[in-house]
Structures are given as C-alpha cells and as structure tokens.
C-alpha cells in the first residue's frame, strides 16, 4: 500500500482536519533570497523526509502522532510581496481557529510575519523566540522592508522578540538591539565555552509564545542546507533543550522550521527539519 504523502505519512484518520490536535502549513514561498535560492523546495523536501521519520519518539517515549496531525494544502501567494503577510495570515487563522497548534514549513524566513498578524488577536501578551544565525532586523533591504533580511523588524513593530544563536548582522541591527528594550539578543558567541542559558531566554519571553525556527540557526556541519549558512552554530541537543524549556514553561502557540534550502542527493538536512519539527510536536503535547 503506498504510503500518504502527509506529515509523517501517517494514516488519514489521523490527519483529520477537524479532529487533529496539531497542523502543518506548508509555504513554498521564495521572493527575496540574497544568496543562495532553493527555499521555495523547503516545505516538499521536509514532508517528504517525515516520511523516514520513525513515528515511536524515543526521548518522550510516546507516539505524538496519535495526537492528530493534519497536513493542509500548501499555501501559495503570487500577488504582490507587501501583501503576502496579510493574506497568509487569514490563512493561519483559519488551521489556528479551532485551538490547534499549527507548524508553517517555509519557505524563506519573510513568511513568519503572517502568523504573527493572526495570533496577535488571539494573544495580545504575544512574544516570539527567534532561533536565527542572523538578527532580521534590518528596516530595508535591497529595495524591501518585507524580506527576510527584515522580517524581525517588521514582527518588533508588533511583538517583543528573543533572538537566540546570532552570530551575524549588520550595524544597523546592532543599534536597533542596543536602542528597543522589546530586543533581547543572545549571541552565539556569549555561550560559546559553555552552556547555553536556556532559563535566563525563556524567562525573558511572555507567558504565550511563537517560536520562529530558522535552520541556519544550526551549525552548517549538521544542517548545511540553507540559504545563508554561518559558521559557530547551534547543536542539535542545544536546539532541542531550549525547545523543550520553552514548551514546559511557557505556552507556545504556533511555530515555524524555515529557510530549508534541499541540497539534491543530500537528505541529512530535510530530516533534521523534520525531526526537529516532529519533536516540537511532542514537547508540547507533554509540556515536556
């Protein structure tokens, strides 16, 4: 029997749109990449890893899947750049409407904007923790202020952020960090012969919280396909404590696993992304 092509690949009464706890939004979208391009593959290239994933979670030792996880249509927009936040985020009010908790598959990192749009008027308190090896906080860049080198700036205009993993940005994102107090920055370099300070990030987020994966957060000898890869990164058990804090101590309620650029004949990095989102899945379903 051929396997689904969902999430996981798991059986369709489990991915049940009207019964899952849980929904993946794939958004193939790529318009303002600098560097490399690729992106717009990201969200096919995870789903098609999941599908490798094995469904027993060995550190919960639980299988999250049974919770529900219904993969939706991917979103596409082909309209105007400057619109395309609005319109995703109609679209991520509609899968969050229900009280499910919904995963975005990018795609480049300017879709996180359209989340932020509709969960702000469910969560007022709302703060976003931003994994990232790059700050987005530039007000424009290269003829936009909706790219993904400005996403955190336009999302700052609504939300408190705390970023964690930078380790490269501009002077004109370093003074926006020193100047708006709505900025905490943890720098890669500041754990760099230590532990990452997992308790000073989360008791710096509000009690609802989106977390915004970037997959160059990680160190490219584990995670080498994105876009803009910078030495120094996140390790894999790293990553996974601060999600698993966050997730215990705060109420997280959305999240996104970007900037995944397939590398062809290289899976490695389309299944970390997929475990990584996988396991998110798990954390919150035991709060862990």
Known sequence: ME????????????????????????VPYEK??????????????????????ELFDEELEQETWR?????????????????????????????????RVVAMLGGEHSITLGPILALKERYPKLSVLHVD??????????????????????????????????????TEEVEVIRRDPRVGTLFAHQYADGELPVKQVVDA???DVYVS????????????????PEPGGLGWWQALRLLREATRRRRVVGFDVVELMPIPGQPASDFVAARLTYRMFGYLTRGA
């Open 3 to 26: 396997t689904p092509k969902n999430f996981l690949g798991i059986p369709a009464e489990f991915d049940d749109a009207a019964r899952s706890r849980f929904a993946i939004l794939p």
């Open 32 to 53: 303002t990449t600098t560097y490399a391009r690729g992106t717009a593959g990201g969200p096919a290239a995870l789903l098609e890893a999941s599908r490798q994933v």
């Open 67 to 99: 919770e529900g996880i219904h993969t939706a249509e991917p979103f596409v927009w082909d309209g105007e750049h400057a619109g395309m936040a609005a319109a995703l985020a109609r679209r991520y009010a509609e899968l969050h409407g229900q009280g």
């Open 133 to 170: 090896a790059h700050g987005d906080l530039r007000d424009e860049y290269e003829g936009t202020r909706f790219g993904h080198g400005c996403v955190m700036r336009r999302v700052l205009e609504h939300v408190p952020i705390v970023q964690v993993g930078i380790r490269s940005l501009s």
């Open 205 to 207: 987020l509000t009690d």
């Open 213 to 228: 994966f970037d997959l160059d957060a990680f160190d490219p000898s584990l995670v080498p396909a994105v876009g803009t």
